[in-house]
């Protein structure tokens, strides 16, 4: 096992103190669990795609319009362009 010392407690000592189960794939997902992460991705990648791209609107409670999409995309995504 890899010695690293981080302060207190070296890794080795901290994974026995804590161990992790193996993950165990003896049958495959339910399909209610893997509706839930479809869900979960589809609502993951919708957050992203709308911190990159809108300005407003978010929740989309209005139809979307040119309006709402920020007009640059470059430097920080989350600047607004002043002036």
């Known amino acids: 096992m ?3 010392n981080s ?3 070296s890794f080795s000592m901290a994974s026995e103190l804590n161990p ?15 509706q ?14 709308g911190q990159i791209y809108l300005q407003d609107n978010p929740l989309l409670e209005a139809p979307l319009t ?7 995309l470059l430097g920080q995504l989350g600047a607004r362009r002043r002036g």
Do not use: C, Q
């Open 36 to 49: 839930k992460m479809h869900a979960y991705w589809r609502a993951a990648n919708y957050l992203s795609v």
């Open 7 to 9: 302060g207190l407690v």
């Open 2 to 4: 890899t010695e690293l």
């Open 66 to 72: 040119l309006d709402h999409i920020k007009p640059r």
């Open 20 to 34: 992790v189960p193996e993950p165990s794939m003896s049958a495959p997902l339910s399909p209610e669990l893997l």
